[in-house]
């Protein structure tokens, strides 16, 4: 199987338009990983460009986007005692269950901020969530058999300098010759201090995905896709 999912961090306002006009038409679906309470980040690449609101998600969410949680104001998780981070978690997920009809923490993932979650939280992360996104060393790329439910899911990601190259020279990889699900994260599009992809570069990388044949699903999706292999896999080796 090969599957992509691609995920845009932070909540950018403008980042989210052009997603939306960019996978409508294709009838495609992307995952926005947004901050709870992103007036309090930190960060000046996430302060650089002005965040949707909630309403805005709600109406992503009903065209078939996922939006799933990137933390509370960008934090450093590994920085934090266990206590305020698991804290600072919970209050996370209880926005997003409030504010976005539907939405269920143990069918969603959870994408961590800067790719990094301490071993302590990640117990009580694969409790709550449906899986975690981070880095795993693998260049974005989970084979069949690489993930479970509540762990860890690899991703890649392009920074600080244009992603439009790189995520080209990634994805293009990944077609000609690797098999199971490549998780690409951006940051901005059309805009961004740190690795923004030009809103030509998404429709370049949308439309080689798909003339490839690979299949285009939003994170949360593509994992259960690939989990359903799993199983099928495992069914047809128990049968032979
Ligand atoms: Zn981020």
Known sequence: ???????????????????????????????????AEPERAQDAAVRACPVAGWETWRAARAEGHEVECHGLSHERLADLPLPEAQAGLARSLAAFARELPGFSARDSMFHAAYLAVPRALMGWLADRVLAVRTACGRNGLNRVGDIAPGGPVDCVTFGPQAADGPAHVRLARFLAEEEGWLVLVFHGVGEGAWGPLSVAGLDALLDLARASGARIAPASRAFRLVQAEARSRAGRETSL
Not at 3 to 21: E, I, K, M, N, Y
Not at 29 to 34: D, K
Request: proline share 3%; glycine share 6%; charged share 15%.
């Open 1 to 35: 199987m090969q599957l992509v999912s691609f995920c845009f961090d932070d909540g950018f306002a403008a980042t989210q338009a052009h997603v939306r006009r960019a996978f409508a038409p294709r009838g495609l679906a992307a995952t926005f990983c947004i901050l």
